[in-house]
């Protein structure tokens, strides 16, 4: 099992940058693909981003591609979403994942964070 916490998540105008942190613990997290995900009120859970167990691979949503970049550090079990160019569009709870395989379907992970909000004011 692992157990996951984000932070970094804020208010930021738009225009502006954050970088969001999911530490894990468990042994094993160097083991697992790794996701962050983002759900706005009244709206489903979408996919953001997602990078594999060693880093080599990342995966993002059209919609944060070129302004979005997730990465991964194994030794200190923690994976980052630096967010750029942020848009009142992607205010939202993020949420990291954890997944035996590298997907983008919210429904092929198995350990979620409580979530960390993000709020862009326009």
């Known amino acids: 099992q692992v157990q996951l916490v984000e932070s970094g998540g804020g208010l930021v105008q738009a225009g502006g940058s954050l970088r969001l942190s999911c530490a894990a613990s468990g042994r094993t997290f160097s083991s697992y693909a790794m996701g962050w995900f983002r759900q706005a009120p009244g709206k489903e859970r979408e996919f953001v981003a997602a990078?594999?167990?060693?880093?080599?691979?990342?995966y993002y949503a059209d919609s944060v591609k070129g302004r979005f970049t997730i990465s991964r550090d194994n030794a200190k079990n923690t994976v980052y979403l630096q967010m750029n160019s942020l848009k009142p569009e992607d205010t939202a709870v993020y949420y990291c994942?954890?997944?035996?395989?590298?997907?983008?379907?919210?429904?092929?992970?198995?350990?979620w964070g409580q979530g960390t909000q993000v709020t862009v004011s326009s």
């Open positions: 994942a954890a997944s035996d395989l590298l997907a983008i379907d919210k429904y092929d992970y198995d350990y």
């Open positions: 990078i594999s167990w060693s880093g080599g691979s990342t």
